[in-house]
């Protein structure tokens, strides 16, 4: 007998879930709605009215509604606790860790920082405070200073009573860091390694010395390169003199591969990043984001008619040449769009890197001439099918092969040229490249027309 898959609520049902429950306060099903439906419930708690949101506050605590709020990206989380008084929403923030603490204060405007700030207590309220010193794209910014640190000169039994100590308020204790009295960071030991070792060793007989770190300038591009390519759990963040002042873990990793995709998807699309989630964003923020790309294309495509009009007398004496143009130029902006694409991605997994880029070009360009060939074959096809003569059909052919060659070769220079003079190369969107190749396919296509049609 099949089982009945049940829906999944709307996170407008579930909201009205959540008002019911908070109207009979009943915690119980504010429980079940979140360890089933985490997500939505977070959504639904930031579509709330002020009043419910203050008013599931005083019901949940501050420790479930961080739980709840951790769920949100970081906008919409500064959002939510912009609706409670400053009291509650320190205490909300005291809750969270403070790396995603961080997070949603960078997110709140100036004036109310240092007021929420100055109601959190001391110590939470530093580690924040030495956190939004770094910028938000670095490790710096992304580290948690709750974190597990050992003396080298600790015996095994001495280590593991420090950690059980510690374990409560850390991120994790996977990795368990060896630091001198100064802090700086001498060597990891894993948990396996300290419960294997033997009663009598010391912390130094038994730890790595061997460890992979970051410095906290690093960019978060390159965190998620070093995350992918060793799987690592957590990573330690230290300073220019290696004291030890954070760690990352996989999990905020992970946070910053999503971005950075949706960035990269966004552009790639020929439209600006949304600083916010898109169900989040206004209508004037969506149009801001997309209306100055689409004007620059349309500067750029103007070019298109130039070429056209450049060579007007011989569409005039060879009409049958207009009828490949929209075809000629979508195959152009196909392959470029096809092979920019490909090449962006690989740099974004780290398997191309700016040394490659003679590797690259004579790929694509093999590439391009064995694509070229077989479109030029279908073109030349194409050509006959019309019964425009087979000069045209043969300008046509010559045409789509070097356009094809053309825009593949373009398409895999252009990320990596950007990528060397420091500028992100998803703006080489699909859009862009289109246009782009557009105008030259053009210009390609007729300058061959008239050598072979000797106009």
Known sequence: MEETQLEEPTTSEIAERLRMASDERNVAVIDELASHHPRALAEAV????????????????????????????????????????????????????????????????????????????????????????????TAGGLMTPEYVAVRPHLTVEQAIAEIRRLAADAETIYYVYVVDDEHHLLGVLSLRNLLLARPGQTVANVMNTDVRRVTVDTDQEELARTFQEHNFLALPVVDAENRLLGIITADDVADVIQEETTEDIERLGGSEPLEEPYLHASVVDVARKRVGWLLLLFVAGAYTATVMRYFADELQQVVALTFFVPLLIGTGGNVGSQTVMTIIRAMAVGEVKLGDVLRVLGKEARVGVLVGGLMALASYARAWMLGVGPNVGLAVAIATASIVLWAATVAAILPLALRRLGIDPAVVSAPFISTLVDGTGLLIYFTVARVVLGL
């Open 46 to 137: 930031y579509r709330l009215p002020d009043e419910d949101v203050q008013a599931l506050a005083r019901l949940i605590g501050s420790g479930r509604l961080a739980e709840i709020v951790a769920e949100l990206d970081a906008a919409a989380a500064a959002e939510v606790l912009t609706r409670l008084s400053p009291p509650v929403a320190a205490d909300v923030l005291e809750e969270m860790a403070p790396d995603d603490a961080t997070d949603v204060i960078d997110e709140l405007p100036p004036a109310q920082v240092e007021g929420l700030l100055t109601e959190m207590t001391p110590a939470e309220a530093e580690d924040v405070r030495d956190l939004l010193v770094y910028p938000p794209d």
